[in-house]
């Protein structure tokens, strides 16, 4: 044992140890006696071997080192011993999976040191180069593909220290089986057991990774159930792991077979295993494609011979077909010369053989426009190698006559034009029938345009026999039979639609007591359910004793122009109440925002009002931004200019950044929101901000959509590659007729009037773009009106504002008369209080309500002078609030005043029917509010 370092020189000129040298050079180092024993180790040699020096020192090397018991090694440590020669050997370490250069030296103390670098990526290239080569070089010397296959297998078993097992298996022609290929020291019973093995899920490691295309692994054979159906086979064969890799075809990345490898122990394959698999599996697919052409080499030799013998036929009864059709055939070379043409051609040219082969349609006596566009068609064809056809007058033989030709690349080898064959078709005949087709067709469109009939029909009124051509009775649902010989008007008419039927019969009624012209639109109800629309025309026919007795008339088809009509007014009326739902949502926010700066600027608002108004400014201008990003959102989504970040992003926060948004609005209405998160963290690809505009739209509108006291619950759910977030409410919920056009731009289901929590109709819209934008859908389910609503939104998983101060304010005047009292109504809780705040600035008294049933109840006891009542309120509207109060005589000296966003005519009209006084539009002017002020104070 070296208990003190060994010196080389004296200390006095080298002030290093022998030690020290050992433990900063770049090998591993052990030092052994002369009787094995282990006398130092580096700490390099530490490393590689993985023992601690303070465990081995003293002990026998092959001892401490089992893996190094071979008899080779003993000999050549024993040689070096004896002649004192310094010699090096290379070995495979099973331990660590790598090949070492171990050099064995002697030392001065009578044994011998061990000296060892890792050069497994060299021994590794080299073995790959090795088989490499030699499998090519027995390729073009006509070996067998299983023997040149077996170099490479051999190769990757000795690169583990011949540890491993390997094999090769080739895809049948039917590609549904795995066959031998190569297996040299597999046994010959279980290469003929797999041999024929089918592809899928779970049947080996093999027909696994075909099926998947991609590497597979099974660590433990026993108990992987890739291998259920081979395990005792390979269990009996001392095989406990295998691995496989698919091999791909280099020009097309088909699979042509697998490569695999098998340990006699449980584990997973090294890396550098792993890389040798992977590249000797390239030269295998080289190797097995060069195989494959070879053999469809030799198919296509025979077929090659085979075709050679029938050519000369085929080529006789071709010259036989062609010199005997009456169409015209021939063939260009690239510069427009003929080089062939058949009989017929030559008969219409009234040429010989001689005269026309080598010639150009010019030198043919072509006209010069005929010739040079047949040119350029030619041009064209070597150009693009695509045919042309086309129809051209050509004087000949016959006459003037129509032909039609084609012309068509003929391609050689190496998929360049090399020839232009056409042919030509004499077709005047054909021509001249298809225009007299037309103009007849013509002829007739323009008949039935001109008398406007679908069809036509005619009712014998003394026998009630109603007939109708095929097209008039199919519309009727009348079998072309009954509609030629006749039946009852009553079988007809009893397909009018039912909201039509009696102003239809008393049309007809009428006509037949004074005659004359009918002329009515209707609609018919078809067998399958469906509707149509028909405008019929007819004249009743009285004879000489004035009485009815003959109804003919016609009928057409308009149901497409009704539907359009239709669907223009839906979208008309749909586009108007959009717009008035915009004009009163913008101008809800600006009559609490214009009553809290008249607040700020009153000399009597104490400092709780004021910032009471400070922030409900703030909260109004939210509302209007929102309302205007979700207007701008919208119009970019339609315009495709919207862009969506791509991050990753954790879908728990995008609804925590959701839910901090719309928490001012489920608080104000005392709802309880629950939300129920997985344990893990759940990713997909999106943009944050846009994904928690989607959760923050849809909780809004459950918070918005469900009583006081409400429930909203939040659920994410993972489903192998998709989360689903579900919002469920037990709210208002969605009529089932109306589920299908709820994501509709602009669809609004409540009575705008009755509609107190304001919707534009694009929420949902922007919803359902936004979340297609992420790859993902949104559906929506209710059982029914106050049955709650469910949203969920699937999508694909990844593996303070400070508001301006205006510059001017308006200035508040102070009544200083007798107080008012007025009760100001309004559900919008911000605009009541504001209103009410400037009412007291004013000189007023005042009381707020937020519903109408409230209202009517504190009228009763504040017998206000002044009622400032908005028309959108929740169960009853301000028109039937005011209605109410007015029959109240306590109330007979009162005055009641609109104040509401609705500003068109009808509504106004609607105020002064229902009662009010005064209709103020907000955000109220002030001048009109003082003139009611005044007038009251009178």
Not at 850 to 879: H, Q, R, T, W
Request: aromatic share 8%.
């Amino acid at each position: 044992m070296l208990q003190k370092p060994l010196k080389l020189r004296d200390s006095e000129d080298y002030p290093f140890s022998e030690a020290d040298i050992l433990e900063n050079i770049s090998e591993a180092i052990i030092i052994l006696d002369a009787d094995w024993a282990i006398t130092y180790m580096n700490s390099h040699a530490e490393k590689i071997s993985r023992k601690k020096r303070q465990k081995t020192i003293g002990k026998n090397f092959f001892h401490i080192f089992p893996e190094i018991k071979d008899p080779t090694y003993k000999k050549f440590f024993r040689k070096v011993l004896k002649t004192r020669q310094t010699d090096t050997i290379e070995g495979f370490y099973e331990p660590q999976d790598m090949w070492l250069t171990i050099k064995i030296f002697p030392v001065q103390s009578g044994g011998v040191g061990v000296a060892f670098q890792e050069n497994t990526l060299r021994k590794r290239i080299e073995v790959i180069a090795a088989s490499q080569s030699e499998a090519l070089s027995l390729a073009l010397k006509g070996a067998s593909l299983e023997e040149v296959l077996n170099v490479l297998v051999l190769a990757v078993e000795k690169q583990t220290g011949h540890k491993a097992t390997a094999s090769i298996l080739l895809l049948s022609d039917d590609g549904k089986h795995l066959l031998h290929g190569a297996a040299p020291n597999l046994s010959n019973s279980y290469c003929e057991a797999i041999d024929g093995m089918e592809i899928g899920e779970n049947i080996g490691s093999c027909g696994t990774a075909v099926h998947r295309g991609e590497f597979v692994i099974a660590e433990d054979i026993s108990i992987d159930i890739k291998w259920n159906n081979f395990r005792e086979l390979a269990l009996k064969n001392n095989l406990a792991s295998c691995w496989s890799m698919p091999i791909f075809s280099t020009q097309n990345k088909s699979v042509l077979g697998t490569f695999a490898v098998y340990y006699p122990e449980v584990r997973s394959p090294a890396e550098t295993d792993k890389h040798i698999v992977e590249v000797l599996s390239q030269t295998a697919a080289i190797l097995i494609e060069r195989e494959k052409e070879n053999k469809a080499r030799m198919l296509a030799e025979e077929a090659v011979n085979l075709s050679t013998k029938k050519f000369s036929k085929q080529r006789r009864l071709y010259e036989t077909v062609l010199s005997n059709t009456p169409d015209l055939v021939y063939i260009f070379d690239l510069e427009g010369r003929f080089t062939y043409v058949n009989k017929a051609l030559l008969k219409m040219w009234g040429r010989t053989w001689e005269e026309s082969v080598g010639k150009t349609c010019f030198e043919l006596g072509y006209e010069p426009w005929h010739a040079e566009m047949h040119m350029r068609e030619i041009e064209q064809v070597i150009k693009t190698k695509k045919p042309i056809r086309g129809d051209v007058p050509f004087t000949g033989m016959h006459g003037r006559r129509i032909y039609d030709y084609i012309f068509m690349p003929v391609l050689g080898e190496d998929g360049e034009v090399e020839a232009i064959a056409g042919t030509t078709r004499d077709v005047t005949e054909r021509r001249k029938a298809e225009e007299a087709a037309q103009k007849s067709e013509e002829r007739q469109r323009l008949a039935l345009e001109a008398s406007h009939s679908f069809g036509i029909w005619d009712w014998d009124i003394k026998n009630d026999v109603f007939t109708a051509d095929e097209r008039f009775g199919a519309l009727f649902n009348l079998s072309p039979e009954e509609a030629k010989e006749g039946v009852k008007l009553e079988q007809v008419a009893q397909y009018i639609h039912e909201n039509d039927f009696k102003r239809v019969l008393d049309v007809i009624k009428e006509k037949l007591q004074t005659g004359g012209h009918y002329k009515e639109e209707y609609r018919v109800r078809q067998k399958d359910g469906t509707i149509k629309w028909v405008s019929v025309r007819g004249n009743i026919q009285l004879d000489e004793n004035g009485e009815a007795v003959r109804f003919p008339g016609v009928g057409v088809d308009i149901t497409l122009e009704r539907n359009a009509i239709e669907a223009l007014r839906e979208a008309d009326q749909k586009k108007d109440e959009f717009l008035a739902t915009l004009t009163h949502e913008l101008r809800n926010p600006l009559a609490p925002m214009r009553n809290a700066l008249y607040v700020i600027k009153s000399n009597s608002a104490n400092a709780e009002a004021q910032t009471h108004a400070h922030e409900l400014i703030e909260r109004q201008i939210s509302q209007i931004v929102r309302l205007i990003d979700d207007l701008m959102d919208v119009s970019r989504i339609t315009r495709g200019k919207i862009r969506i970040s791509k991050d990753i992003v954790d879908i728990q926060k995008a609804i925590t950044d959701a839910v901090e948004t719309v928490q001012l609005l489920i608080e104000e209405r005392n709802h309880e929101l629950i939300l129920n998160f997985p344990d893990n963290p759940v990713f997909v690809e999106g943009d944050l901000v846009r994904l928690a505009q989607i959760f923050s739209n849809l909780i809004n509108n459950a918070a918005k959509y469900t009583e006081q006291k409400g429930e909203i619950e939040v659920n994410i759910r993972q489903f192998g590659r998709v989360v689903e977030i579900e919002i469920i409410d037990n709210g208002i919920g969605i009529a089932k007729e109306k589920l299908p056009f709820i994501f509709d731009m602009f669809s609004q289901f409540e009575d705008p009037l009755n509609r107190s929590q304001g919707v534009l109709g694009i929420g949902l819209t922007l919803v359902e773009k936004l979340v297609e934008l992420h790859g993902g859908s949104v559906d929506v389910e209710s059982k029914g009106i106050n049955e709650g609503t469910k949203f969920t939104v699937s999508l694909p998983v990844s593996v303070a504002q400070n508001a301006d101060t205006p510059d001017s304010l308006c200035k508040v005047p102070n009544f200083t008369q007798q107080k008012i009292k007025v009760l100001v109504v309004d559900d919008n809780k911000d605009a009541a209080q504001t209103m009410g705040w400037l009412m007291e600035a004013l000189g007023c008294e005042a009381q707020t309500a937020f519903d109408g049933k409230s209202a009517i109840k504190l009228a009763l006891s504040y017998l206000p002078d002044l009622v400032l009542l908005d028309i959108g309120l929740p169960e009853m509207n301000g028109y039937e609030v005011c209605e109410t109060m007015k029959k109240i005589p306590e109330l007979k000296n009162t005055v009641f005043a609109a104040q509401t966003g609705w500003g068109q005519p009808e509504h106004k009209k609607r105020s002064k029917e229902a009662g009010f006084d005064h209709h103020l539009v907000k955000p109220v002017e002030m001048a009109a509010l003082e003139a009611i002020l005044n007038k009251i104070n009178l």
